[in-house]
């Protein structure tokens, strides 16, 4: 008798009440084009849906921008392709747009979500390399009439427990923007000393409790203990500040989880020194009188990006520059808490 070689049919995973927990659970949610309804439901709540991205303060960033039909722009991360699209549409089919991203995955899906939004290869050019090779590309396409930096973390990537973005879900503790390069958190910590740690916390995100943390990370894993997921790195931080009161603890171990998270992504996608490069090559990068906005979402950022375009304009490379940063509306926040955070600066490239 001849065996049966066909594979068994596997049952879709339950779609668990209104809003599942689980990310692997939100089929809905991660196919809009055929749940438009819960996907608006899940927006009016104030929340992201699972494998989308709510792009911030779009507006203020156009209202900046002034794009006119035949302008050559620039996306520096083109993520879920809200901003890209915002932008081709004020060309007007005239004109063309640059992006790019290092997340090959994502970046191919929303290539194929603008292609059937009619943003093809005549309108949009998607690179699958570093935003900081933007001279690479200026000087291809002969600079550019207006550029976007985005430097937030897309929500795609925040929200899959397989990116290890999220101290909330347990994952592996990955953190890498491009999961084909470098080295993941984990790996990181495998080899780090506690002076160093100690260091990366407190420059990267600010952690009044590096010390403590650093100490007990690395006593961990001189244990012989890796620190391999993301509920592994939430459980020592608990831990270390067991000490708190009982009314701040809940909190404090909310914001500590956040400002660790973020310093060992920062390490090992080396957002600094990207970010330090971009900011070096953008004057360059612009066409006299061209225009550049960018949305920074911690101060290391903000820090770093506000004396760039403060020194470009001391010397004359820019005849304007936000002295003040632009913020979201209130009532943005609450449609999308992901903006609370976001700060966007700007500047002009001045007339030769």
């Not at 747009?97 to 309108?123: H, I």
């Not at 420059?203 to 943390?213: M, R, V």
């Not at 009314?247 to 330090?276: G, S, W």
């Not at 949305?295 to 290391?300: D, Q, R, W």
Request: with cysteine; net charge neutral.
């Amino acid at each position: 008798m001849e065996q049966n070689s066909q594979t068994p049919h596997k049952r879709r995973v339950r779609y668990k009440g209104k809003y599942p927990k689980k990310f692997e659970e939100k089929y809905k949610e991660l196919q809009p084009e055929k749940y438009q309804d819960t996907i608006q439901h899940v927006i009016q709540k104030g929340n992201t849906p699972a494998g989308m991205h709510i792009s911030i303060m779009v507006d203020e960033i156009l209202d900046f921008l002034k794009i006119q039909p035949g302008q050559i722009g620039f996306d520096a991360t083109l993520g879920y392709g809200g901003h890209t699209k915002a932008m081709l549409q004020c060309l007007q089919g005239k004109g063309h747009m640059y992006a790019t991203d290092v997340e090959p995955e994502e970046s191919a899906k929303t290539r194929k979500r603008l292609e059937e939004q009619g943003f093809g290869e005549d309108m949009l050019t998607i690179k699958l390399q570093n935003f900081c090779t933007i001279d690479e590309i200026a000087k291809e396409v002969g600079g550019f009439d207006f550029i976007l930096a985005d430097l937030g973390v897309s929500s795609m990537q925040i929200d899959n427990p397989k990116r290890g973005f999220s101290f909330k879900v347990d994952g592996p503790l990955d953190l890498r923007l491009n999961q084909q390069k470098g080295i993941s958190a984990a790996e990181r910590l495998d080899t780090i000393g506690r002076e160093e740690l100690a260091g990366m916390l407190y420059e990267n995100s600010d952690e009044p409790y590096c010390e403590e943390l650093a100490k007990a990370i690395t006593d961990e894993i001189r244990r012989g203990h890796r620190v391999d997921t993301t509920t592994k790195l939430r459980e020592i931080i608990e831990k270390t500040l067991d000490f708190l009161p009982e009314k701040e603890k809940k909190e404090t171990v909310k914001k500590t989880c956040q400002r660790v998270f973020q310093a060992l992504r920062i390490d090992v996608n080396q957002e600094f020194e990207v970010l330090y490069e971009f900011m070096e090559k953008l004057p360059g990068a612009l066409k006299p009188g061209g225009r550049a906005a960018i949305l920074t979402f911690h101060s290391g950022e903000d820090k770093l990006v506000k004396a760039a375009l403060k020194e470009g304009y001391r010397a004359g490379i820019y005849e304007e520059y936000s002295k003040d940063v632009v913020c979201p509306s209130a009532e943005e926040c609450v449609r999308n808490p992901r903006a609370r955070s976001t700060k966007m600066r700007w500047a002009v490239r001045a007339e030769e």
